[in-house]
């Protein structure tokens, strides 16, 4: 052990006994075309072994925002980290690409084995439900940088699909039909407005238990991120999706047109799906117009999927064996924006 770096803040045996620690939560992630141990200079993978013909590699790259901050506040630390693999996974899934491998970034102020192994547990769970692997990581301890006790996080997912099967948005036509999957809650956007309304404003207990959330709302506001890739896989390998869509920053009214031509716009009937009860507390405590609700989070449902109406039937029975409830919520239309009905 240096004892040099130790006196400027830095605790080196810490971060080995990290690497022993998460070794046995990065095993749990492995899939076909890993290569390799967790601890090299490079993760590797195979992609020969997946039989590709004309494979084309999506990446994708994200945090979990503010998110950090509730569960540092509730020393909460083990769903964060499967948070971080969905803001990713769910963003590689929406261009039709079947996510193989994960890295992480983790920056603290000094170095606890035992929380950064709980963080990873979090990621190892994300990982298993999007059936990607784990294949390498950093741990930074940068006491200079960081408030006690404080951290940060950077997720990297890079998943593969056939070259003539991308989903680009262009083969979305007026007419079209969307399908909505729920959401698990918040997600992780929105959380600077979130503690805004909750801790600052109102100054809300998130240890108080609540009736009709079943919970306290503080394991509300942490309910991890939902992952579609598997629902979604299933989906793929049967019917032509002619665009998707992963309900981030920017609720609606952002990420929808994201998938859209040119001069196509989307109605959407807001009696077709349930809008959770945590964003009634967010839109009366922070006195939010309504409108402006569904531009800043996903009020309900998390990804969006653009069919035919041909296909509609076929994906929801689909999208049901898969465990989704999937709900037909509007359809595209020939005038430009999200049109809520």
Do not use: W
Request: aromatic share 6%; proline share 3%; net charge negative.
């Amino acid at each position: 052990m240096s004892e040099l770096y130790s006196k400027a803040g830095v605790n080196l045996e810490a971060g080995y006994e990290v690497v022993r620690k998460i070794k046995k939560h990065v095993d749990s992630t492995k899939r076909l075309g890993m290569m390799g141990t967790i601890g090299s200079f490079g993760g590797m993978f195979d992609l020969t072994r997946l039989g590709y013909q004309e494979p084309v590699l999506v990446s994708g790259t994200d945090g979990v925002g503010t998110k950090l901050l509730i569960a540092i506040m509730l020393n909460q630390h083990d769903t964060i980290g499967e948070d971080l693999v969905a803001m990713c996974v769910n963003d590689v899934i929406a261009q039709g690409a079947e996510p193989l491998f994960f890295l992480d970034y983790i920056a603290v102020d000094k170095t606890n084995p035992d929380k950064i192994e709980r963080i990873l547990k979090g990621i190892s769970v994300g990982c298993q439900k999007a059936g990607c692997a784990i294949i390498g990581g950093e741990t930074a301890e940068m006491p200079d940088m960081y408030e006690k006790d404080h951290y940060d996080l950077a997720g990297f997912a890079v998943g593969v699909v056939e070259k003539q099967r991308i989903v680009t948005g262009e083969k979305v036509q007026v007419g079209d039909v969307l399908i909505g999957l729920p959401s698990s809650g918040i997600h992780s956007n929105g959380y600077s407005l979130v503690r805004k309304v909750f801790l600052k404003d109102n100054r809300v207990d998130l240890h108080a238990y609540h009736n009709i959330l079943g919970k306290t709302i503080g394991e509300e506001l942490l309910t991890p991120t939902k992952i579609y890739v598997k629902p979604v896989l299933s989906l793929l390998k049967a019917v032509d999706v002619h665009g998707m869509a992963h309900i981030t920053g920017g609720g609606f009214d952002e990420n929808i047109p994201r998938t859209l031509n040119s001069n196509q716009g989307v109605e959407i009937d807001l009696t077709t799906f349930t809008k959770p009860v945590i964003f009634d507390m967010i839109e009366e405590l922070g006195y939010i117009p309504t409108r402006e609700m569904y531009n800043i989070f996903n009020m309900g449902i998390g990804f969006v999927i653009v069919v035919s109406k041909d296909d509609v039937q076929k994906a929801l029975k689909i999208l049901e064996n898969a465990g989704e409830n999937p709900k037909i919520i509007g359809k595209v239309i020939n005038k430009a924006g999200v049109h809520l009905l």
